[in-house]
C-alpha cells in the first residue's frame, strides 16, 4: 500500500497536475478583487439608492398627508378646533396655567417637540383629569368589583390613592420620556451634522444654505435633529437677530454640544472670527464625547450582568456539571455504595 502511494505521488504526470492546479488557484485567487469590483463604491451605491427610496416615500407620505388634510379641512379641523377651544376655555376658567404649570414646562414641551400654546393646553388639561380619572377607575375595579378581596380597607384606600397620584405624573413622565428619546436621536446625529456643516462651510455656503443642506441629508440618520435645522434656517430668515436663532435652537435640544456651537456661531457673527476653525474642533470634541458615552456603556456592563449571570447562568452550570456525578451517586445506592 505504502509503495503505491509513494509511486503516485512520484509520478511526474501527477506532479505537473498537482502544479497546474496550484498555479490556477493563485491565478482566481489573484484575479478575483478585480472581477468582483470595488466592495466599497458597491456598498456607497446601495445605500445611496437605499436612501433616494426612503426619500421618495417620505416625500410620497407627506403629499398624501397634504392632500387628506385639505380634503378634509372642513369637517375635521372644525372639530379638532372646536375640541382645542373647549380644553382652553376648561383651562383658562380653573386657572390652571398658575396651578400646575412653571417656567419650565414649556421649556420641557419644546425639548419633546411640542411647539405652541395648544400643546401646553392639553398638558394641563390631561394632568387635571387624570387624577379623577384614575380614582374613579380604581374605586370602581376595588370597591365594587370586589377587586382585592383579601386586602383590608387601608389598603384598599391607599391603592385608589397611589392610582390618583400615578394619573397625576403621567403626563410629566410622558414628556420625560419623550424628551429623553428626542435628546439622544440629535446627540448621536450632532457629530455627522457638524461635519456636514464644516464641509459646507469650507466650501463657500452660507450659514443658512449650510444649514438647510445639513437638515435635507441628515433627516435619514435623525428626523429630530433636521426639523430642528429646519426651523433654526426659517428663524435666521425672519428674526431681526440671528443670536436669537442660535439661542432657540440651544433652548430646544437642551444639549451642551449643541450650546457650545452656537455659542460659537454667535462669537463668529459678532467679531467676524472664522466659522470653520470652531467647527472643527468641535466637531472633534463631540465625536469624542460620542465615544465617551459608548465606552461608559460599555465598561457598565460587567457589574450588570453579574446578578443575572449568578442567577441564571451558575445555577445552570452547577446543574451540567454535576448533574451526571449527581446520577451515578444515585444509581451506586449513594456515595458509599450498596
Do not use: H
Request: charged share 25%; hydrophobic share 45%; proline share 4%.
Amino acid at each position: 500500500m505504502s509503495d503505491a502511494v509513494v509511486k503516485v505521488f512520484t509520478d511526474p504526470s501527477f506532479l505537473i497536475a498537482m502544479l497546474v492546479a496550484v498555479a490556477v488557484f493563485a491565478t482566481l485567487f489573484t484575479l478575483m478583487p478585480a472581477l468582483g469590483g470595488d466592495e466599497l463604491n458597491r456598498r456607497m451605491k446601495t445605500v445611496a439608492l437605499e436612501r433616494d427610496e426612503l426619500r421618495a416615500q417620505q416625500r410620497a407620505r407627506l403629499a398624501a398627508e397634504a392632500e387628506q388634510r385639505r380634503k378634509g379641512k372642513g369637517g375635521a379641523a372644525s372639530l379638532r378646533q372646536t375640541q382645542s377651544k373647549g380644553m382652553k376655555d376648561f383651562v383658562d376658567r380653573l386657572d390652571l396655567r398658575r396651578a400646575l404649570a412653571d417656567e419650565n414646562t414649556q421649556q420641557r414641551l419644546t425639548m419633546a417637540g411640542f411647539r405652541g400654546q395648544n400643546p401646553l393646553t392639553k398638558f394641563l388639561f390631561f394632568r387635571f383629569v387624570l387624577p379623577f380619572v384614575g380614582l374613579i377607575l380604581a374605586v370602581v375595579y376595588v370597591f365594587m368589583l370586589n377587586g382585592l378581596p383579601e386586602q383590608p380597607s387601608f389598603i384598599k384606600l391607599f391603592v385608589c390613592v397611589l392610582v390618583a397620584y400615578a394619573g397625576f405624573y403621567a403626563p410629566n413622565l410622558y414628556v420625560n420620556n419623550l424628551v429623553s428619546k428626542r435628546k439622544k436621536s440629535i446627540q448621536r446625529a450632532w457629530p455627522d451634522a457638524l461635519d456636514l456643516k464644516l464641509i459646507c462651510v469650507e466650501s463657500g455656503m452660507t450659514v443658512e444654505s449650510a444649514f438647510r443642506k445639513v437638515s435635507e441629508e441628515i433627516g435619514i440618520q435623525s428626523a429630530e435633529l433636521a426639523e430642528e435645522l429646519v426651523l433654526t434656517t426659517a428663524e435666521l430668515s425672519y428674526l431681526p437677530e440671528r443670536r436669537q436663532a442660535f439661542e432657540n435652537l440651544a433652548a430646544r435640544t437642551g444639549l451642551e454640544s449643541v450650546k457650545s456651537v452656537t455659542q460659537a456661531l454667535i462669537q463668529a457673527e459678532r467679531y467676524g472670527t472664522p466659522v470653520a476653525t470652531a467647527l472643527r474642533v468641535l466637531s472633534a470634541e463631540s465625536r469624542d464625547m460620542r465615544m465617551n458615552e459608548a465606552e461608559k456603556k460599555a465598561a457598565a456592563l460587567p457589574p450588570k450582568l453579574t446578578v443575572p449571570m449568578i442567577l441564571f447562568f451558575l445555577p445552570v452550570l452547577f446543574a451540567v456539571i454535576l448533574g451526571p456525578a449527581g446520577i451515578q451517586i444515585s444509581e451506586n445506592g449513594g456515595f458509599f455504595g450498596k
